[in-house]
């Protein structure tokens, strides 16, 4: 199910992945997030990943269910979504805690780092 990317890729190859990447939000995380991407994205993190780069001005809550990775995509995926279309260039992102603040922001740390 994985669409990760392969070492040996020519440029055009690279570049048609960069292409479709930027126009497929599932796509994207399948190829650049296999780690986190054990299934497809469900239509709801497509929707609202596509609603925050659709509006530089989004505001949205994600009332998903437990266990349906909203930290990940919220946290790390989306963030680099954004950044991918440059569309980012810095974030607040808060959690309950020190600690909490600390683990979600390490793990976007991490993806930015490698």
């Not at 126009?23 to 054990?38: G, M, R």
């Not at 992102?93 to 390490?106: T, W, Y």
Request: glycine share 2%; hydrophobic share 45%.
């Amino acid at each position: 199910n994985s669409a990760a990317v392969a070492f040996n890729d020519t440029e055009e190859t690279q570049k048609l992945r960069i292409k479709r990447a930027l126009t497929d939000y599932n796509f994207f995380v399948k190829t650049y997030f296999e780690l986190y991407a054990d299934a497809d994205c469900a239509d709801f993190h497509i929707d609202f990943a596509n609603a925050c780069l659709a509006d530089p001005n989004f505001f949205g809550v994600a009332e998903w269910a437990r266990e349906h990775a909203k930290s990940v995509h919220l946290t790390i995926i989306i963030p680099m979504w954004l950044i991918a279309h440059k569309q980012l260039t810095g974030m607040l992102l808060m959690g309950k805690n020190e600690d909490d603040a600390c683990n979600l922001l390490s793990d976007l740390q991490a993806q930015l780092q490698y």
